[in-house]
């Protein structure tokens, strides 16, 4: 048999191999690094058998697929060390996630975080006896039984849930059996850098009906130094968690009368029109027309759209005057309407039409996470109608726009294609010419991106962009989705050249995503130290002592008239005090007035970047000021020890 492996090279075998011993036949480093395999585009085992000819990657913790092989163990032993000390606890689900792992744990005396200590000691000891892990299978009906005896009612409503002829998998080491379909190492033995992080409650199977287990996160890595950095770097996260820096600013807040929803407060609205000034302002550039759609519209428009089948479960009705209404969880079919409002040529298109739209969807009280997942938020959304023949230069556009966008902020950036998903609409020609038109304009722009198979939209398939914060982090904002399939639903036209209807393309996109997910982004990535163009306060005013209020009053009144937003500090208490304070707020500049500032019509400049930056003529303050905030810049700050 032939094996092609994912360099392009070959190897050739007279007989059966596992995927391990394949990956030792290529070296031994490769054997002792490989967490699991992919045979012809298939995450596998890596005792899995390969008997025939195929591709076949062998997956590392290097590469997604391997860390959550790598990371789906430590669940395992996790799981297995609980039991251990807690022999009454029942077992939910452990799968791994993004950078770590979880397992849902039921037991009548709930586990805290000060057990986390006693299991990752028994977890040690676990790895420390390099227990090896087998695969086997059982029928459903053994496999029920099975878990019975074991007294683990989770796994046993898990199985039969299956189909009657499934053959279920499970995965054993040592004294520990778990339902899984893998794949698993090869032992416990290479799981040696981990950290238990937090415990939180979660409904078994996200249902707010049923019981509230207990959930405990946890990550791993192959090596210790990379765990140290990713503790640091959660540290990190924690210090820039927004919603800590949210309520220090006063920039929002969240009410127990409305969860999910959340309220601006009144520096917070400052920053939020900032941004979107800039946003009005790069859209009016590029030729984009504002709209605005209602927030609620009747149940028929979105089944015409196709959101009532394809996303009901998301959305919040109503009844008025006996007709079912969807509040929009999109701006969509509200823009096609508008479309639809006049008719057009093909002189008209692209007709690029923005709307900064409320939209709201229903998630789970347990996936809420301050401004980052909410249940109502405002969509930066553009959707283009254009002709066949436009389709590249329109995404080419869209794509540097939103480039402009993430470079002002200093993020750079991941490119993901996600193509048709299982749930979809819409014939195989129109998804082809949809997915190959965003491909070929990645292409034609010299792009690299990933595929991710199956993720697109039910209506089309979709440009991804994935911001990296300045600790590494990933956020997916802004997004580029091609739809053959809306305009035809709405008989959307357009009279072409020859005289005749024709159905327009349809581009979705958005820059910022969610309004409210960027500014949360924005204050973790920056800190609460937002650029001074976007700051709430811009300057604040700190007269040394209540004889130089007059003063400081004039200074403010001349920022003012200059459009710079500032406030003064008129409180009883030394200026060093008033310092302080100011830098806690991340005010970017100070101007400091006594008696040598009136008198010589000076102020005394203190900065967030440079610290103490001397004396200045008010005007010359100004003029400098207005110059940073006009050219957006954003100022590196120096470390305390450079000021």
């Given at each position: 048999m032939k094996i092609t492996l994912k360099d392009g090279s070959a190897k050739e075998y007279d007989r059966a191999m596992s995927v391990i011993e394949i990956a030792a036949d290529i070296s031994e480093g490769l054997a002792r690094a490989a967490c699991a395999g992919e045979i012809n585009g298939e995450r596998v085992d890596l005792r899995t058998m390969v008997d025939?000819?195929?591709?076949?990657?062998?997956?590392?913790?290097?590469?997604?697929?391997?860390?959550?092989a790598f990371r789906h163990t430590t669940s395992h032993i996790m799981a297995q060390a609980i039991k251990r000390l807690y022999p009454d606890a029942k077992l939910a689900i452990g799968p791994s996630i993004d950078d770590g792992f979880y397992y849902d744990i039921d037991r009548e005396t709930p586990l805290t975080t000060e057990d986390l200590e006693k299991i990752e000691a028994e977890m040690k000891k676990i790895v420390k006896e390099d227990i090896k892990i087998r695969h086997y299978t059982l029928?459903?009906?053994?496999?029920?039984?099975?878990?019975?005896?074991?007294?683990?009612?989770?796994?046993?409503?898990?199985i039969q849930d299956l189909p009657e002829d499934?053959?279920?998998?499970?995965?054993?080491?040592?004294?520990?059996?778990?339902?899984?379909?893998?794949?698993?190492?090869?032992?416990?033995?290479?799981?040696?850098?981990?950290?238990?992080?937090?415990?939180?409650?979660?409904?078994?199977?996200?249902?707010?009906?049923?019981?509230?287990?207990t959930r405990i996160y946890g990550t791993s890595y192959t090596k210790a130094a990379d765990l140290e950095e990713y503790i640091t770097r959660m540290e990190e996260a924690k210090k820039r968690d927004h919603r800590k820096i949210g309520k220090e600013l006063g920039l929002?807040?969240?009410?127990?009368?409305?969860?999910?929803?959340?309220?601006?407060?009144?520096?917070?609205?400052?920053?939020?029109?900032?941004?979107?000034?800039?946003?009005?302002?790069?859209?009016?550039?590029?030729?984009?027309?504002?709209?605005?759609?209602?927030?609620?519209?009747?149940?028929?428009?979105?089944?015409?759209?196709?959101?009532?089948?394809?996303?009901?479960?998301?959305?919040?009705?109503?009844?008025?005057?006996?007709?079912?209404?969807?509040?929009?969880?999109?701006?969509?079919?509200?823009?096609?309407?508008?479309?639809?409002?006049?008719?057009h040529s093909y002189r008209d298109l692209p007709l690029r039409l923005a709307e900064v739209g409320l939209v709201h969807r229903h998630e789970k009280s347990g996936a809420l996470h301050g401004l980052m997942r909410v249940r109502c938020f405002h969509q930066d959304d553009a959707h283009i109608m254009?002709?066949?023949?436009?389709?590249?230069?329109?995404?080419?556009?869209?794509?540097?726009?939103?480039?402009?966008?993430?470079q002002l902020f200093g993020f750079k950036y991941m490119i993901e294609l996600s193509t048709r998903p299982e749930d979809s609409m819409g014939s195989d020609e129109d998804w082809e010419n949809a997915t190959n038109g965003l491909k070929n304009a990645l292409e034609d722009l010299g792009l690299e991106y990933m595929v991710n198979e199956g993720d697109g939209a039910f209506?089309?398939?979709?440009?991804?962009?994935?911001?990296?914060?300045?600790?590494?982090?990933?956020?997916q904002c802004g997004t580029i989705q091609l739809d053959f399939q809306m305009p035809q639903r709405f008989e959307a036209e357009y009279i072409g050249a020859d005289g005749e209807a024709h159905t327009p393309i349809m581009i979705h996109r958005v820059c910022f995503g969610s309004v409210e997910r960027f500014i949360g982004i924005l204050t973790e990535h920056f800190a609460g130290k937002f650029p001074t163009w976007l700051s709430p306060v811009q300057v604040k005013v700190l007269p040394i002592s209540d004889k130089y209020f007059d003063y400081g009053r004039k200074v403010i009144a001349e920022l003012k008239k200059n459009g710079?937003?500032?406030?003064?500090?008129?409180?009883?208490?030394?200026?060093?005090?008033?310092?302080?304070?100011?830098?806690?707020?991340?005010?970017?500049?100070?101007?400091?007035?006594?008696?040598?500032?009136?008198?010589?019509?000076?102020?005394?400049?203190?900065?967030?970047?440079?610290?103490?930056?001397?004396?200045?003529?008010?005007?010359?303050?100004?003029?400098?000021?207005?110059?940073?905030?006009?050219?957006?810049?954003?100022?590196?700050?120096?470390?305390?020890?450079?000021?």
């Open positions: 025939q000819d195929c591709t076949l990657s062998i997956l590392t913790f290097n590469d997604k697929e391997g860390a959550d029928p459903r009906a053994e496999a029920i039984k099975f878990m019975q005896d074991k007294e683990e009612p989770y796994k046993v409503e898990l499934a053959v279920i998998s499970f995965y054993e080491q040592g004294d520990f059996t778990d339902l899984c379909a893998g794949p698993h190492l090869m032992s416990t033995k290479p799981v040696k850098a981990f950290k238990l992080t937090k415990i939180a409650g979660a409904y078994w199977r996200g249902n707010e009906k049923n019981k509230m287990l929002f807040t969240f009410m127990d009368e409305g969860p999910g929803f959340p309220f601006f407060l009144p520096k917070g609205m400052i920053l939020k029109n900032a941004l979107m000034e800039y946003w009005r302002e790069i859209h009016t550039r590029e030729n984009y027309v504002e709209i605005e759609t209602p927030v609620m519209l009747n149940k028929d428009l979105w089944m015409t759209s196709g959101h009532w089948e394809h996303y009901k479960d998301n959305m919040y009705s109503t009844v008025i005057d006996d007709v079912d209404y969807c509040i929009k969880p999109m701006n969509c079919p509200g823009a096609v309407l508008v479309y639809k409002s006049q008719p254009m002709a066949p023949d436009q389709i590249q230069d329109e995404i080419k556009r869209v794509v540097g726009l939103i480039d402009e966008v993430y209506y089309g398939p979709k440009i991804d962009f994935h911001l990296v914060d300045c600790i590494g982090r990933t956020w710079i937003r500032c406030e003064m500090d008129e409180r009883a208490e030394k200026i060093g005090y008033k310092i302080r304070e100011a830098r806690l707020e991340r005010v970017p500049y100070m101007l400091v007035v006594g008696a040598q500032e009136e008198e010589a019509g000076l102020v005394s400049v203190r900065s967030r970047f440079a610290g103490d930056e001397g004396q200045k003529k008010l005007d010359g303050f100004i003029k400098d000021i207005q110059a940073e905030i006009a050219s957006r810049t954003i100022r590196e700050e120096q470390t305390e020890e450079n000021k």
